[in-house]
């Protein structure tokens, strides 16, 4: 990006007044934006007949349009020399939310104060304190510029500049999710919104950053006012160098205060991932943390009191930037229709759709689901909807270099779970319904890399037909949903395919890429498991015998029957078309086939956990076809086994299998 012009700072004032007669009043002032002593005063007290601090005739404006560095006067009766203006933020409940501002000069009717350089733009409640006491004066929408003497344009509604360490950056794009521009060589923009959205955002440039409100990267501003009335929206960046960067990928968390969920994030998940980004951030790294969306689950919002607001609470203990990607389950289910249905989200969280770089990598987080919620069904279509492809054309057109590495994240996978056909080839389809439209607007681009979750299990699909995409369908933090590790079940935290819960891990050079996939309390390169089939065979009798039903053998599936064949199941769980997997029994190798089959320790770890208490399994929790399995027949039942997988980057995980191998919850 490049920096051109430098600005001067005016102090300037565009309050609109709520009265009680329900009056708007715009005022317009200029002040000096150095503060001067204030002349001593001796104003009532404020305090009423039991000494209790109290303000009356208090005046506030709703919307608050300022410079920072200016002065401002709040009207009311009771204020005193060394009051104290205290700002809390709506949105931000931690300690970088609140602001105390020493007041400037106080007479017998208002209080005056300079806005501090490091207030943000947001929603706050605005109190007096003084020593010990404080009185809420009111709420506000504080929204403050850089330039202040931006010329309106005909037909533009909202206006601002993008500005660093006070100059203006170029060519940087603004949207408001439907209309897309850049700023000029001023660092100014200009946009037609009918604000819909009821917001504006930046795409952060590589090697900078925004504010945050919590963890949130705070790269949009809302718009308040009227479709026809122009709003100031400035953003102000900060200078970093992220070309070396890492990315925790953190799929479904499902969070809603049941099987023993809260406990599980914060002692299992929490340290694990905030080990992580400690030792990428001492490796050099720049880290960050993106959502694959249902962080949340809807169906218990209102029945267990927990949402997008308790979310946040514990996302704000993640030691990382968190951008976040939306989910079917982070939709508001009292809500009908999709864009009703988005709203809450899009007021505690933000867009649901937007763009961001980190040095030379272009991130676009989409929403992939068209949440239908008829009669409250909680229903929905795996779609990007038009509006959004529309916008991620002109959000990708103003990349002209298309070798730029592009990241896409949503929450519903784009390819299917892969099967194997006859041959033993990999097959798959699109699951979202119109994967084309998607297809087709990253064409030109040379590599693309697009990160789901929703499924509960891992897979990688590369097609010949879409050469520049590779999909990553990244596994569960919740895993099966927090079932295996709540309290009296399996005692592991394990996903639908047999993958451990965990995360995606992304590491960024410049515009070279490599991942993997973290299990939840293991080293990085615990990467697969294996079986010996020998010792894997499921009855009722051992894993479930208090059930009294008739359907285990449904359940135990392929492993209902004994195996005596002296065959090793391995389960490589982060398996794409890259790697290699090799097996040698007394240095002799032996022929290794890509099978698809169901993971054993996920059935004995969910489905026998629940019909042991004569509990229906959920039929979207029970243990899924995975063709990340293989297969490899030994000449002994004794003998150990040497097993060697080398991932596409060229990283060698391995385990001397020493058999019999037992099948058990906490096997490695």
């Known amino acids: 990006m490049n920096k051109k012009f430098h600005y001067s700072r005016r102090s300037f004032i565009h309050a609109s007044l709520i009265t009680g007669l329900g009056l708007s009043l715009n005022l317009y002032s200029c002040t000096k934006s150095v503060a001067e002593p204030a002349e001593p005063t001796t104003p009532d007290s404020g305090g009423g007949d039991d000494g209790k601090l109290s303000i009356t005739g208090v005046l506030i404006a709703a919307h608050i349009d300022a410079t920072k560095g200016s002065e401002y006067s709040i009207s009311g009766k009771g204020f005193a020399t060394g009051d104290q203006l205290y700002f809390e933020s709506r ?34 409640r605005v109190s007096v304190k003084r020593g010990a006491q404080s009185f809420l004066l009111g709420t506000t929408i504080l929204n403050l510029y850089f330039n202040a003497n931006i010329p309106d344009k005909a037909g533009m509604t909202v ?64 718009l308040n006012l009227p479709a026809d009335v122009v709003e100031t929206k400035d953003f102000e960046l900060k ?43 001492s490796a050099g790294n720049k880290v960050y943390a993106l959502t694959l969306g249902d962080m949340t689950w809807e169906s218990y919002w209102y029945s267990n009191n927990y949402a997008l607001p308790q979310y946040l609470t514990e996302m704000n203990k993640i030691e990382a930037m968190v951008f976040n990607t939306m ?83 949503m929450h519903a996978h784009l390819h299917s779970n892969p099967s194997l056909n006859s041959s033993g080839s990999e097959t798959t389809g699109y ?22 979750g929703h499924t509960h299990i891992n897979y990688n699909v590369e097609l ?72 894997v065979h499921l009855t009722k009798d051992k894993y479930a015998p208090a059930y009294t039903g008739s359907e285990w053998n449904t359940y135990a599936a392929e492993y209902a029957n004994p195996n005596k064949n002296n065959e090793v199941l391995i389960n490589v769980w982060n398996y794409d078309k890259g790697w290699k997997v090799e097996v040698t029994e007394n240095g002799t190798p032996l022929t290794v086939n890509r099978v698809r089959m169901r993971d054993p320790l996920h059935i004995i770890s969910y489905s026998a956990q629940r019909l042991n208490r004569n509990a229906v399994p959920t039929e979207d929790f029970v243990t899924t076809l995975t ?27 391995r385990e001397s299998m020493v058999r019999p191998k037992t099948l058990g919850y906490l096997m490695k």
């Open 91 to 124: 949105a931000n409940l931690t300690a970088t939310g609140k602001y105390t501002i020493t007041s400037k000069n106080v007479t017998a009717d208002q209080i005056s104060f300079v806005f501090p350089m490091d207030i943000p733009s947001d929603s706050y």
């Open 239 to 281: 200078a970093v160098n992220n070309e070396k960067h890492a990315v925790m990928i953190l799929g479904d968390m499902h969070l809603a205060r049941r099987t023993d969920d809260i406990n599980q994030f914060q002692k299992g998940f929490l340290p694990d991932v905030n080990k992580s980004i400690q030792a990428y951030k």
């Open 159 to 222: 206006k601002g500049v993008v500005y660093a360490a006070g100059v203006g950056i170029a060519n940087v794009v603004v949207s408001d999710g439907f209309e897309v521009t850049t700023t000029d060589q001023d660092g100014v923009y200009y946009l037609p919104s009918n604000k819909k959205g009821r917001y504006v955002f930046v795409s952060i440039p590589g090697n900078y950053e925004v504010a945050t409100s919590m963890n949130a990267p705070q790269f949009f501003q809302r």
């Open 627 to 653: 063709a990340h399995m293989f297969k490899v027949k030994a000449s002994s039942s004794t003998s150990t086994l040497e097993i060697r997988v080398t991932d596409r980057f060229g990283k060698v995980y």
């Open 327 to 409: 989910g079917n389950h982070d939709n508001d289910p009292k809500a009908s229709g999709d864009w009703e249905s988005e709203n809450t989200y899009r007021t505690i969280i933000g867009p649901t759709y937007y763009s961001f770089n980190l040095g030379k990598v272009h991130y676009v987080v989409l929403d992939n689901i068209e949440y239908l919620n008829v009669n409250e069904a909680r229903n929905y279509n795996t779609k990007i909807v038009e509006n959004q492809i529309e916008w991620l054309k002109k959000d990708l057109a103003t990349i002209t270099d298309k070798s730029t590495p592009i990241v896409v994240a």
């Open 464 to 535: 010949a037909t879409a050469p520049n995409i590779m999909e990553h369908n990244t596994g569960a933090v919740c895993a099966t949903w927090w079932w295996t590790g709540n309290v009296g079940y399996a005692g592991n935290h394990i996903c639908k395919d047999g993958a451990p819960g965990g995360y995606g891990i992304w590491e960024m050079q410049g515009r070279d890429l490599k991942w993997k996939y973290k299990a939840i309390g293991e080293s990085e390169d615990y990467q697969f498991r294996a079986y010996d089939l020998n010792q």
């Open 431 to 452: 699951r979202i319904t119109n994967a084309a439209d998607f297809v087709n607007a990253l064409k030109g681009f040379t590599t693309v890399h697009v990160v789901t």
